[in-house]
């Protein structure tokens, strides 16, 4: 079955640079989720889109913006990166807004140095 | 707000022996859901159970189980026969079911679980 698909799987940038994670979601799924996972800690939500709209937003920077496109997939688009930004992006897609399960992609490992 | 509380930073357990890995949230919703995802070192988040709130009947699958407490918001994984490839840490996560809640996972802060051969 075909499942959640990110790329890239690895990123490595320097600092002030910019990034673009993205996510293509299972077909026919119609909802993104976003979250980072930063070193030995829970993943925390970043930013949702159900129906190419944002649905909700959670401790999302103001230097990364996310945009879910006509044919469901998602970018993730971080500017000015800094040390800290460093981390493993998951993106997760589920059918309808609240549909029972999300399921996740295998991330997305940024480096930033 | 909702949060997800694990005390146990770390377990430990003797292969074939079982495993309860605790778990209480705070919420002020009755309608929601409950997981209990494994992320191995490979950093895959992969699923292993889902408890809806209204159902009374805990959830089982194969060597997995809940003890869901509703009225104490205590929603414990219990690892039954436990095996090398368990070794990992568990997350346990709420999901509201209100539109104003988003779908969004609110996670825990892990458990990491080691299996002694």
Redesign the interface.
């Known amino acids: 079955a075909a499942g959640v698909i990110q790329s890239p799987r690895h990123l490595i940038k320097e600092k002030r640079e910019t990034a673009t994670l993205k996510c293509y979601p299972i077909p026919r799924h119609d909802?993104v989720?976003w979250?980072q996972?930063g070193p030995g800690?829970?993943?925390?939500?970043l930013i949702?889109f159900?129906e190419k709209m944002q649905?909700?937003k959670?401790s999302i920077p103001d230097r990364f913006s996310a945009q879910q496109f006509s044919d469901y997939h998602s970018e993730l688009n971080m500017s000015s990166l800094e040390l800290g930004d460093s981390a493993?992006y998951?993106c997760?897609s589920?059918l309808g807004?609240?549909?029972?399960?999300?399921?996740?992609g295998?991330?997305t490992?940024l480096t930033v140095v | 707000a909702q949060t997800v509380t694990q005390s146990q930073p770390e377990m430990s357990v003797q292969e074939a022996e079982t495993v309860t890995l605790s778990c209480t949230y705070d919420t002020s919703e009755s309608d929601y859901?409950l997981f209990w995802y494994k992320q191995p070192p490979?950093?895959?988040?992969?699923?292993v159970i889902?408890q809806e709130a209204y159902k009374q009947q805990n959830a089982t699958e194969n060597r997995f189980s809940v003890n869901f407490q509703k009225a104490a918001k205590s929603f414990s994984l219990k690892i039954s026969d436990s095996q090398l490839g368990d070794a990992a840490m568990y997350?346990c996560a709420y999901?509201g079911?209100s539109?104003n809640?988003?779908?969004?996972?609110?996670?825990?802060?892990?458990t990491e679980l080691s299996v002694k051969p």
């Open positions: 909802t989720y979250y996972q800690q829970d993943p925390q939500f949702s159900y649905s909700d959670g493993l998951f997760a589920s807004g609240l549909g029972t399960e999300a399921f996740f295998q991330g490992r | 859901y490979s950093r895959q988040m992969i699923l889902r997350f999901r079911r539109y809640q988003g779908g969004k996972l609110i996670f825990g802060q892990g």
